[in-house]
């Protein structure tokens, strides 16, 4: 890989991996369209490495609450009266709410790897969690009185991972929308939804990425070389960290009606270059 398509890629991988519009979708048309084998090993594993660039930007930029959190969970393992604090349980929440990812991960990784990395997935998967995503959007729009994060209970959490744990099987789904979309069906206004994906992501991520950069190291040398994954990395760092501070201040003020909109318009391009077979499947 030459090092103008690490840095296309790491900024493709910035800008999406926290938007519900899936990164791993993107950086398989990208990468298809460059001309890459995205089913071979190298590919695969290049393109979960580069997402720790982006997820060592969350937990640079949600430092300060992943420490609360953490500390909150340490004394309430050693005090009753800490156990009240809702820091506590979100400690637990983000636990409990990793091993559905974790099972997935690992129960169909030949499966994940293999053929649900077709093109046709991803684009199907764009545009039918595009109307998930709708739905979640109105339900939140018609809660009277939102729940925010102190509201989070261990049972909100493992719903939200179970919904995480589609991201890796179907592709074009989106982790982010996948979270985000369970955390609006549950009640919760689109801010806390969106930090309880950043929340619930960072452990799963961390683990994919590190997976891959420990048990393919040849193949991405291989097929990619360390040079440019290195370089894809660090601009995926840079770029995610602005990414993670704009759709925060987004949210806040707007619906996810735009990215629905959007992600409904890359599935029909995607749909229409591959019934057309301007790119195979």
Not at 196 to 219: N, R, T
Request: aromatic content about 10%.
């Amino acid at each position: 890989m030459n090092w103008l398509h690490a840095i296309l890629l790491g900024i493709i991988e910035g800008i999406t991996e926290f938007l519900p519009v899936s990164s791993t979708g993107h950086l398989n048309i990208v990468e298809k369209l460059l001309g890459y084998d995205i089913d071979s090993r190298g590919m695969t594993a290049f393109t979960a490495v580069i997402q720790v660039g982006a997820i060592i930007a969350a937990i640079l930029y949600f430092w300060k609450d992943i420490v609360r959190i953490a500390v909150a969970w340490v004394r309430g393992l050693l005090s009753a009266e800490a156990r009240t604090d809702p820091d506590y349980t979100l400690g637990w929440g983000v636990i409990v709410g990793s091993i559905p990812v974790a099972v997935v991960g690992l129960a169909f990784k030949d499966l994940i790897e293999g053929p649900l990395r077709s093109m046709w997935v991803i684009a199907i998967a764009l545009l039918v969690w595009s109307f998930a995503m709708w739905a979640a959007d109105r339900i939140q729009a018609n809660q009277i009185v939102p729940k925010e994060m102190h509201h989070v209970s261990v049972l909100d959490a493992l719903i939200i991972g179970v919904f995480q744990a589609l991201a890796p099987l179907f592709p074009g789904v989106s982790r982010s929308g996948a979270t985000i979309s369970a955390g609006l069906m549950l009640g919760f206004d689109r801010v806390t939804a969106t930090r309880l994906s950043f929340f619930m992501g960072i452990p799963a991520l961390v683990a994919a990425g590190g997976l891959e950069a420990v048990g393919s190291a040849g193949d991405i040398s291989e097929a990619v070389g360390w040079g440019p994954t290195i370089i894809a990395t660090v601009v995926s760092f840079v770029v995610a960290y602005a990414s993670i501070a704009w759709l925060l201040r987004f949210v806040s003020k707007n619906s996810f009606t735009s990215f629905i909109v959007y992600r409904i318009i890359v599935g029909l391009v995607l749909v229409g270059l591959l019934a057309g077979g301007v790119v195979s499947a």
